[in-house]
């Protein structure tokens, strides 16, 4: 949970990158502490493997004065994404405020999207939390491939609820979409703090560059 | 409507009172107050020593991984951690089911001075804390204090 220090000014956020495992997670934090003004940022720390493979999380601290007479710190951790380790995402999920859930677009990870949104799900239950009352975005990654699903065939498999979540195409590698969904959370997670709750109209929703599709040859079906 | 919990800078000033009587008493070098989702709620101390932010994280993710190990010893969970190196030295301890003490303390001191005083320590800032969740201060902002550019921008 957040917690505001009036005496140093100071607010804290904490946002979580979800995901199943290689979708990606680890790479938008990189890309985030690669290109941010090193002002801003703390140091990235990861607890990997000798593989690079996440063991524990990953840590960025980014600084943001985006509240008037305030300093507003967001706390960016990833979670390992391999099945045997949900304690440890238990863990990390401890006190979210918002969250990114980066879903693999390659048709073979459907499932595991799938069963990590769920997880997901799961692990936010045992704080009393669901999805729908969270500041969350989805990101559809590495949309460079050529064997990925069409947006709205990911839209219908992760994004089928009352009120969808904003989701963006991403691709990680090459950082983009990785800022505006970083900021569209950011956002979401400002305005809920607001007096009045709701994104009031004309609020600056950060804009999502196009990704170009793959050549229509290199496109693959499931099997 | 959302408010966040809001330490007031009575609260800062009673905690930070707390916590320098601490370092007085152990001469340790600072010790920081983070709930266990690694959030920093109150720190005293030599802040150039180490990143408070990045401590404060590791130090929740130790303390909560160490609960496995208690486990198994039939403990609910481990109720002080202490770290030797060979000029620097950490103790951790609970403070309440949310809140935990970190200590980082030198040659000046010593483990025991320091695992002595972080008891009392540790019941003074649970009280303190309590009586802060009892009176739930909150804040919430004017959306027009909110900025309207991104807030994070990607420098090429």
New interface residues.
């Given amino acids: 949970m957040s917690i505001i220090n009036y005496a140093s000014r100071e607010i804290q956020f904490k946002i979580v990158y979800y995901g199943p495992a290689l979708c990606g997670k680890t790479t938008n934090l990189n890309y985030i502490h690669q290109r941010i003004n090193p002002l801003n940022r703390g140091d990235l720390v990861s607890l990997a493997t000798a593989t690079e493979r996440t063991l524990f999380f990953d840590f960025l601290p980014l600084n943001a004065l985006v509240i008037k007479g305030f300093v507003t710190k967001f706390q960016l951790y990833t979670v390992p994404g391999q099945v045997i380790y949900n304690a440890t995402r238990q863990l990390v999920l401890r006190s979210v405020d918002g969250i990114v859930f980066v879903a693999d677009s390659q048709w073979e990870k459907m499932e595991e999207n799938v069963e990590s949104l769920k997880n997901l799900s799961d692990n936010l239950a045992l704080q009393n939390m669901v999805i729908e009352e969270i500041p969350c975005v989805l990101e559809y990654n590495k949309r460079d491939l050529p064997n990925v699903a069409p947006v709205n065939y990911m839209e219908y498999v992760l994004n089928n609820r009352k009120k969808r979540l904003q989701s963006f195409e991403v691709i990680s590698s090459s950082g983009q979409n990785v800022f505006a969904a970083l900021n569209a959370v950011s956002q979401i997670l400002l305005h809920k703090f607001s007096k009045h709750s709701e994104t009031p109209q004309g609020a600056p929703l950060p804009i999502a560059i196009p990704v170009e599709p793959a050549p229509p040859e290199a496109r693959q079906l499931p099997a | 409507?959302?408010?966040?919990?809001?330490?007031?800078?009575e609260?800062?000033?009673t905690l930070d009172g707390v916590l320098g009587d601490f370092l007085k008493k152990t001469e340790a070098d600072l010790t920081v107050v983070i709930?266990?989702?690694?959030?920093?709620?109150?720190q005293c101390g030599d802040m150039d020593v180490i990143?408070v932010?990045?401590i404060a994280?590791?130090a929740?993710?130790s303390f909560?991984?160490t609960r496995?190990l208690a486990r198994r010893i039939g403990e609910v969970e481990f109720n002080a951690l202490y770290h030797q190196g060979n000029g620097s030295h950490m103790f951790m301890n609970s403070v309440d089911d949310e809140t935990i003490m970190i200590t980082v303390f030198g040659s000046r001191s010593t483990v025991g001075l320091v695992r002595f005083y972080s008891t009392t320590t540790a019941q003074n800032v649970a009280e303190v804390l309590k009586l802060l969740r009892r009176t739930a201060h909150g804040?919430?902002?004017?959306?027009k204090?909110?900025?309207?550019?991104?807030?994070?921008?990607?420098?090429?």
């Fill in positions: 409507m959302n408010a966040i919990p809001v330490l007031t800078i609260d800062v000033a709930d266990r989702g690694g959030n920093v709620i109150s990143d932010t990045v994280a590791l929740a993710g909560a991984a496995e804040l919430s902002f004017d959306p204090d909110i900025s309207a550019e991104p807030v994070f921008v990607d420098h090429p």
